[in-house]
Structures are given as C-alpha cells and as structure tokens.
C-alpha cells in the first residue's frame, strides 16, 4: 500500500517535470511606452483692477469707517483722482442768508460731486467733515433716506428696527430733548445714529410718524463721543449760519 502511494505519487511529479520541460518559453512583455509628462500652464494671477470712478449712488453703504473712497483718518481722493466723491468749492457758502461774501475764510467749503447731487432741494446726500490737511474726519447723513448702514439701516429706520439690527449696540444716550444717540463701534471707526423722541418741553416737535425713528447717521473716529444736531446748524458739510 505504502509503495503504491511513492509509485503513484512519483508518476504524478514526472509528469509534471515533463509538463514544464516542453512548456514554450514566456514571452516577455512588451515595455509599456513612456509617458512624457505634461507640464502644466502656469497659472497666472488676476490682480482686482483699480477703481477708475467714484461709487455709483445705488452702491453707497455707510460704515464706521466712513463712506465709499471717504475713509475715516485717510485723505480724501485729490478732486482731480477719477474716484474722488468730493470737490471743494470756493464760494458754496456766499449767500446773503450766510452773511459771506466771495473771498471770506469761511465761502468754501467740501461738497460732494455732482453725482450725488440731492435734487432740487439742493446739496448732496452726505456730508463731509475735512481737516485743514484734507483728512476725512466725518461723514454724515441726515435727513435722506438713500444711504443705509451694513446692516441695512437708513432714516427713517424704527428703533425697533435698529436694535434688532445691531444687538450690541449702546444707547440711548443725549438726556432730555428732541433727540437721542446710540453708538456702533466697528473697524475703523464708529457710528453715531441719531433718533428722534418727544421733547415734554416741546410737544408736537416732530410728526408722530417721525418719533422714535433714524433722523441721521455719522461716521466718525473711534471713541469720538456721541452727540445730536436735530434743531442745531452742527451738521458736517454745512456753511455756517
């Protein structure tokens, strides 16, 4: 039995070695041709094309830091650089109603181009507070509704509204009298938003429509303290009165 096994398992194994014996050669594989790889385009960088015009009306959004090319403790854009938003205008203040005559200190003044003219009423839809060294120190709006903040507040704006927009927001502050201010601090810069409230000493002052309402807006330096000109001639921009 044991000698049957050797025998049958021998058989096997020579026949295997005579299976491999006659096998044909492997045939080499052919080499795969080299791919050359591509070198890729260099990539080239857009660079943002430079402003070539002031901002359109329709893309005005006051910030703390001040307005479109007006940057709050920046200078203004020279009047004759394709985005300047302001010119200065040697006799704007000369009227009877001022008192100013035509070469008097106070007959010019900075005035916003007449892209952002206000209409018939006159003016523009901002002012501008300049240094004697022509940096922006404010910017205002008061009274028009066209501006509005980051948030999306603008005059006429409810205080309601104003605290939903800003959560954060300080105020109200200013005492007693026909308005009050809250204060939005940001990069830059700070808001003074102004509203107005009923006066005990000055019923009826305003239209009912206009209590607790946004009347103005200013951007101005951070930590400038907070402040109202409802019934004043203190507004940025103005000939004086």
């Keep these: 039995m044991s000698t049957r096994r050797v025998s049958a398992l021998s058989a096997v194994t020579v026949a295997g070695l005579l299976l491999v014996g006659c096998a044909p050669a492997p045939v080499e594989p052919s080499a795969s041709p080299t791919l050359t790889p591509t070198a890729e385009a260099a990539s080239t960088p857009t660079s ?21 090319t007006l940057v709050i403790g920046e200078p203004a854009p020279a009047p004759d650089d394709p985005t300047a938003m302001i010119v200065f205008d ?28 206000a209409g018939p009423e006159g003016g523009g839809i901002f002012g501008v507070g300049m240094s004697d060294a022509g940096i922006v120190e404010g910017v205002q709006v008061f009274g028009l509704d066209e501006i509005p903040t980051e948030e999306g507040i603008r005059v006429g704006s409810t205080v309601a509204e104003l605290l939903a927009a800003y959560p954060g927001i300080a105020g109200p502050s200013g005492g007693a009298g026909l308005s009050q201010f809250y204060l939005v601090d940001g990069t830059g810069g700070r ?6 409230v009923e006066d005990p000493g000055m019923p009826g002052y305003w239209e009912p429509e ?19 000109i409802a019934a004043t001639d ?3 921009g103005g000939c004086p009165l």
């Excluded at 000369?94 to 010019?108: L, R």
């Excluded at 808001?191 to 107005?196: K, N, S, W």
């Excluded at 206009?210 to 402040?227: N, Q």
Aim: proline share 14%; aromatic share 4%.
């Design 90 to 117: 040697d006799d704007v203040c000369v009227s009877d109603a001022t008192g100013i005559a035509p070469g008097d200190p106070n007959a010019g003044a900075w005035v916003p181009i007449p892209l952002y003219d």
């Design 191 to 196: 808001l003074i938003i102004e509203v107005a």
């Design 234 to 236: 203190g507004g940025l």
């Design 210 to 228: 206009l209590v607790d309402t946004v009347l103005g807006m200013t951007a101005v330096p951070s930590g400038t303290p907070g402040y109202t």
């Design 48 to 68: 943002t094309p430079e402003p070539t015009e002031p901002p359109a009306r329709a893309d005005l959004v006051l910030r703390p830091d001040g307005l479109g």
